[in-house]
C-alpha cells in the first residue's frame, strides 16, 4: 500500500511543476543523524510514468519505494557505500538511464556576465541543447535564458512531452536555467515547457537557439552533432587576405525552394544543390551564391524572412551537415556563400520567440515599437543586452561553424529609423527627440565590428534603402561598418528608364546619368532582385517596352548597362533566362525557356557579362572609386546615346557605349583616349545572343581627330538596344 504523501513544501512545488530548484529535493542527499549516529544518503527520483525504479550498487539493484503516488520513488543510502558510484545508474521499468539530478548545475559565471552584458559573441555555446560529457557520462546540456518564468522544464519523446519529469535549475539573477540530461542521442526532439509567473500559464516553446528543426509543419528542436569534416582551409586562407574591394563580384541571388525542384515537385536537399546549382553557377561565370534566407522558418510563403530558428538551417532542404557539405563544395570550386540574414525582426508565432517566457523578452514592451507595421512581426529590442547577445551570436554562429562568406542583411532600414512605416503618434522618439534607433546603430556597428574582427575577408552587405550616411564606412570614421550597400537608387532609376518607350527615354536621360552624383559615397552593389519580379511589378523581361524582340534587346541592354557601370553586382535567379512571369516560390524556374532562341541567346550573354565583369580589370578594380570611371559623354539625351570609360589600377582602360533606342546609329563618331586599334568585345546585339546581327565591326581604327574632349576618336555603328564594348590593342 502507497505510503501517504509527505507535507514537504518544496516537494510539494516539485509535483505541482512549480519548481525552481529541482535539485533541493531530487537526486542524492546526505542525511545527519541516520541511525546510531551513521552518515546516510537519500536518494530521492520523481518518476511520474514508471512502475518501477532501483539503483545500480554493485552487481545487483536495489528498489526504491514509491513514497508519493504521484511518483516520487526514495531510498536511505549508507553514504560511503554510494560516494564512489556517483554518477549512480538507476533502472526505470527496466530501463538503464543516470539520473540527470545526479548532475548539479555548472554555471559558467564568465559566459553568464558576457551574455547579461551583450558581449557574448558565441551564446550558442552556452545557451541551446550542446552536446558534452560531466564526470564521463555523454549526454546534452540544456540551458536557456527564460528571466520571468517561475518554472522551466525540458520536455520531448524521452519524457513524453511531460513537463513535470525534467525540471531546470533557475541560475539566479542570470535568468538563464540549465539542465544536463545524460544519456540522449543525437537526434532527440525537445521542446521548453515554461510556466509564467504571474499568470501560471504554461507555454511550450521551441529552443532559440536550437540548431536544427522538425521538418514543417512540425516545430520541435533537435539535438544536433555537427559531424562534419570541413576541407576548405586553402579557401579559407586566401579569404582572409582577398582583397574585395578592388576584386570582382557577381553575385546570383537564390531562392533554395524554388530554383529547381524533383519531378513531383519536391525540394532539392542541400547535396543535390552541391551537384546541380554549383555546376550552373561556374558555368554562368558567377563569383558567389548569395541565399534568401536559409534559417528555419514555419511559413514558405514569407520565403524565409519570418524567421523561428536563428541558429539553424531549414529542414526543408536537410540537414545542418548537407549545409555544410554544399557549402564546402562551394569552397572547392571557387564560389563564395552569402546567407541573407534577418535579424530586423520575428514572427509573432506562439511556438518560438514571441512572449517567450510570458513577457516581452525579445521583443519591445512598449505596442509603439513592438510590432512591425508592414509585416505583422515583432521589432526586436536592440538596447536589451541578451538581445544582443543572441544576435550577435546567431550572426557568428553562420560565420564560424557554416564558413559562411558574407551576410546579406535584410531591411536595414527599418532598423534604423523609429518611424519607419509609422504615422505620427504611433513612435517614440529617442532619449535626444530624433527618429534615429540608436540601439539599433550600436547593435549593427558592433555587428560589422566583430565580422571584420573575427572572420578576415568576410562581408556585410546592408539593404539599406535610404540615404542614411555612411553605411559602408568603418565604424572609426563614425560609419555603421558595412562592406557594402545595395545601391537601391540606381536600381529604381534603372527600372524607371528602362520601362519607358524609347520615344519618351530622351526625356528621362538624368536617370542614366544622375547615380554618378553619388556613386562612389558608399561601396555600392548593384542589385536587380527578387523584389523587383513579385507583387504584381512583372518580370523584368515584363517590364521592358515593345514588342517580342524590343523586351528581349531591351532586357539584354538592362544586363549590360549593369554589368559595365561601376559597383558591384547582384542578379536574381530566372532573370538570367528571362522568365515571362513573375517569380513563383512555390515552383521551379521554367528552365524548359533555356531551350529557345531568345531566352537562350540572353543567357548566354548573362554567361559572357559575368566572365567579363570576372577577368576584365577595368571592369571591378575600381568600382568604389572615381578614378575607375570617366564620361565621355553623358549629355547626348537627344539619340539617347552614353558612353563612358572603364578604367584599372594600372590605367588600362575599356570603352563602353549604349544605346537606349531601337535605332541604328551607323558613323557614329566616338572620342577616345587614344589613336590606334580598337577590339569590340561585346556588341549585346549580336546574332549569338538573340539580337538583330548589326555588327558594330571586330576591329575599329582611331585617329588623331579631337571629339569629345578626347584627342582621338573613330567612328562605328550602333546597334538598336544594344550596348558595345571596346578595347584598345
Request: glycine content about 8%; aromatic content about 12%.
Amino acid at each position: 500500500m502507497t505510503p501517504a504523501p509527505k507535507k514537504d513544501p518544496a516537494l510539494q512545488a516539485l509535483l505541482e511543476a512549480r519548481m525552481h530548484d529541482p535539485f533541493q529535493v531530487l537526486g542524492l542527499h546526505p542525511v545527519p543523524g541516520g541511525p546510531k549516529g551513521a552518515s546516510e544518503a537519500l536518494l530521492r527520483v520523481f518518476q511520474p510514468h514508471a512502475r518501477e525504479v532501483a539503483v545500480r550498487q554493485g552487481d545487483s539493484y536495489l528498489p526504491l519505494k514509491r513514497t508519493h503516488p504521484a511518483g516520487v520513488f526514495e531510498l536511505r543510502l549508507p553514504a560511503q557505500k554510494t560516494a564512489d558510484d556517483i554518477p549512480y545508474t538507476l533502472r526505470v521499468d527496466g530501463v538503464n538511464r543516470h539520473d540527470p539530478y545526479a548532475f548539479a548545475p555548472v554555471p559558467p559565471a564568465d559566459d553568464l556576465y558576457l551574455f547579461n552584458e551583450g558581449r557574448h559573441l558565441q551564446a550558442y555555446r552556452l545557451l541551446g541543447a550542446n552536446a558534452q560529457a560531466r564526470r564521463g557520462v555523454a549526454g546534452v546540456c540544456f540551458r536557456v535564458w527564460a528571466p520571468n518564468a517561475a518554472r522551466v522544464s525540458v520536455i520531448g519523446d524521452f519524457n513524453q512531452w511531460d513537463g513535470r519529469v525534467h525540471p531546470m535549475a533557475s541560475l539566479g539573477a542570470s535568468g538563464v536555467w540549465e539542465l544536463f540530461i545524460p544519456d540522449l542521442p543525437p537526434g532527440t526532439l525537445y521542446k521548453y515547457e515554461l510556466r509564467q509567473r504571474e499568470t501560471g500559464a504554461i507555454l511550450r516553446k521551441t529552443d532559440p537557439y536550437g540548431r536544427e528543426f522538425e521538418f514543417r509543419p512540425a516545430t520541435a528542436a533537435r539535438v544536433n552533432a555537427c559531424a562534419h569534416v570541413w576541407n576548405d582551409a586553402a579557401w579559407m586562407q586566401k579569404r582572409a587576405t582577398w582583397d574585395w574591394l578592388h576584386a570582382p563580384l557577381s553575385i546570383y541571388e537564390v531562392h533554395a525552394g524554388s530554383w529547381m525542384r524533383h519531378p513531383g515537385g519536391a525540394f532539392y536537399n542541400y547535396r543535390d544543390m552541391a551537384a546541380r546549382l554549383l555546376s550552373y553557377v561556374l558555368e554562368q561565370g558567377y563569383t558567389h551564391i548569395e541565399f534568401m534566407p536559409l534559417m528555419e522558418h514555419p511559413l514558405d510563403e514569407s520565403w524565409g524572412y519570418q524567421c523561428t530558428g536563428f541558429f539553424a538551417p531549414s529542414s526543408r532542404f536537410g540537414t545542418p551537415a548537407d549545409l555544410r557539405f554544399l557549402i564546402d563544395a562551394c569552397h572547392a570550386a571557387g564560389i563564395g556563400v552569402i546567407l541573407d540574414w534577418v535579424p530586423g525582426h520575428f514572427p509573432a508565432d506562439d511556438f518560438a520567440l514571441a512572449h517567450f517566457d510570458g513577457t516581452t523578452l525579445y521583443e519591445h514592451a512598449d505596442p509603439r515599437m513592438r510590432m512591425h507595421p508592414d509585416w505583422g512581426t515583432h521589432v526586436f529590442n536592440f538596447g536589451r543586452k541578451e538581445v544582443q547577445s543572441f544576435l550577435l551570436s546567431s550572426a557568428h554562429y553562420w560565420l564560424a561553424e557554416f564558413h559562411v562568406d558574407g551576410l546579406r542583411v535584410d531591411a536595414v532600414a527599418s532598423m534604423l529609423y523609429l518611424d519607419y512605416s509609422r504615422k505620427a503618434g504611433e513612435w517614440l522618439p529617442n532619449k535626444f527627440g530624433g527618429r534615429e534607433n540608436l540601439e539599433a546603430m550600436e547593435f549593427l556597428r558592433e555587428l560589422n565590428m566583430m565580422v571584420h574582427r573575427d572572420f578576415p575577408g568576410a562581408l556585410t552587405i546592408a539593404e539599406e534603402s535610404t540615404s542614411w550616411p555612411m553605411v559602408s564606412r568603418p565604424v572609426y570614421l563614425g560609419g555603421l561598418g558595412f562592406s557594402m550597400k545595395w545601391n537601391m537608387g540606381w536600381m529604381n532609376d534603372s527600372l524607371s528608364y528602362m520601362e519607358q518607350d524609347p520615344v519618351h527615354r530622351r526625356y528621362h536621360h538624368q536617370k542614366l546619368t544622375f547615380g554618378q552624383i553619388y556613386a562612389y559615397s558608399e561601396n555600392f552593389v548593384l542589385p536587380l532582385s527578387h523584389d523587383e519580379v513579385v507583387h504584381g511589378k512583372r518580370s523584368l523581361l515584363m517590364k521592358m517596352p515593345g514588342d517580342p524582340w524590343q523586351r528581349f534587346a531591351n532586357l539584354r541592354l538592362l544586363l549590360a548597362y549593369q554589368a559595365l557601370m561601376p559597383g558591384k553586382k547582384l542578379g536574381f535567379m530566372g532573370d538570367e533566362i528571362g522568365s515571362p512571369h513573375e517569380w513563383r516560390s512555390q515552383e521551379e524556374l521554367p528552365w524548359a525557356l533555356s531551350n529557345e532562341a531568345p531566352h537562350a541567346g540572353l543567357q548566354r550573354l548573362s554567361r559572357d557579362l559575368n566572365r567579363m565583369v570576372r577577368d576584365l580589370a577595368p571592369l571591378h578594380q575600381l568600382d568604389f572609386e572615381p578614378g575607375g570611371f570617366e564620361w565621355i559623354d553623358c549629355n547626348d539625351a537627344e539619340q539617347s546615346l552614353i558612353s563612358f570609360l572603364r578604367i584599372a589600377q594600372d590605367g588600362s582602360v575599356l570603352i563602353a557605349v549604349l544605346n537606349f533606342t531601337p535605332v541604328p546609329r551607323p558613323g557614329y563618331r566616338l572620342g577616345v583616349p587614344r589613336s590606334g586599334t580598337y577590339e569590340v568585345l561585346l556588341n549585346s546585339d549580336s546574332g549569338i545572343y538573340g539580337g538583330s546581327g548589326v555588327p558594330a565591326g571586330e576591329h575599329l581604327r582611331a585617329t588623331k581627330r579631337a571629339w569629345m574632349g578626347r584627342p582621338a576618336s573613330l567612328t562605328l555603328t550602333l546597334p538598336p538596344l544594344a550596348a558595345v564594348l571596346l578595347k584598345p590593342l
